[in-house]
């Protein structure tokens, strides 16, 4: 594997390339039926005005989020000619009415308790089951929201998600994990394409072991930063493992100094910055892998999608 080194080009130049928008996005808060588990499951959808063979992308928030989450992110990503699901899971604390208490997240976090949140199956089989509500769905989404009916592409879905969500988008794409007393358990989805999971976990975490992506053969692109923190305080090496121990083959690594855990969705006091390159480098992501965009998969692959960024670095095997 090689480090991708910055250089010249501002990101403005790349922003406008990889964009290519094909019109307005609307937004709709819809709530999908789950029959199977007798739930229903509220969603936020973003998704241009015009055009057809729309890639669909389902995006998982984090732990203690909600389906507004990523907002500024999505409506880029959606300019672009993609729909984004964004589903409410029931560890919101938003959508569950569950009190964070004195601290909030941040109070969990430095209590010790979070990652024991996290480990709970039937929150992470949850959070498997929502997405996948979302894939088995969409001709519901075509009752919910009329003008978007036939035209979204079902053979180009992407799953990418932040923090949780990020292991949740893993889950889906493959990656393996010990839980509930079963060794190497796999939630994928052979309808999934390719992965984004944004600050994600490495092992000893959430079943998490150094084989868990060991037969990851789906492309995956994960990000961290400078800053960024693990549920017990692991710092971003621990983050980088999901690139670390995955084979090689379309795997790639976004580092971005200065970000911490908060700041990819557009929180934080370089929000501007952080939020501007994980724009540019999920788009071009799914652009090379949902799109079948060669252009942005060269880019990704080479230093042009860092120039101008500022801080980032982008690591390819």
């Not at 979302?134 to 001709?139: A, F, P, T």
Request: charged fraction near 20%.
């Amino acid at each position: 594997m090689k480090p991708i080194s910055t250089a010249a080009i501002t990101v403005f130049s790349w922003l406008s390339f990889f964009a290519q928008a094909i019109g307005a996005v609307e937004t709709q808060d819809i709530t999908l039926v789950d029959e199977k588990r007798d739930k229903r499951l509220e969603c936020r959808v973003y998704f241009p005005k015009q055009g057809g063979d729309l890639p669909l992308i389902v995006f998982s928030h984090g732990f203690g989020g909600d389906k507004t989450a990523f907002a500024a992110i999505s409506q880029h990503i959606a300019e672009s000619g993609y729909v984004l699901v964004h589903p409410s899971h029931t560890d919101g604390f938003g959508r569950s009415g569950t009190k964070l208490g004195n601290g909030g997240l941040r109070g969990i976090r430095s209590g010790g308790g979070l990652a024991g949140l996290l480990d709970d199956p039937a929150k992470i089989e949850g959070r498997v089951g929502d997405v996948l509500c979302v894939i088995d769905n969409i001709e519901q989404l075509y009752e919910k929201i009329p003008v978007l009916s036939g035209r979204i592409d079902n053979k180009r879905i992407g799953v990418g998600g932040h923090s949780y969500g990020a292991y949740t988008s893993m889950l889906l794409g493959g990656v393996t994990v010990d839980l509930d007393g079963a060794k190497a358990r796999s939630f994928g989805d052979q309808r999934v394409r390719c992965i984004m999971p944004i600050s994600g976990q490495g092992t000893g975490q959430q079943g998490l072991t150094e084989e868990s992506w060991a037969n990851l053969k789906l492309p995956m692109l994960t990000m961290t930063g400078s800053k960024d923190q693990g549920a017990t305080g692991q710092g971003p090496d621990w983050k980088k493992e999901p690139f670390k121990f995955s084979p090689t083959g379309d795997k790639y690594l976004v580092y971005i100094e200065g970000a911490n855990h908060f700041s990819f969705g557009g929180l934080g006091l370089r929000q501007t910055d952080v939020a501007r390159a994980v724009k540019t480098t999920s788009l071009a992501f799914w652009n090379a892998y949902l799109k079948d965009d060669q252009q942005a998969k060269s880019a990704l692959q080479s230093s042009e999608i860092a120039n101008g960024l500022g801080g980032v670095t982008i690591t390819h095997k």
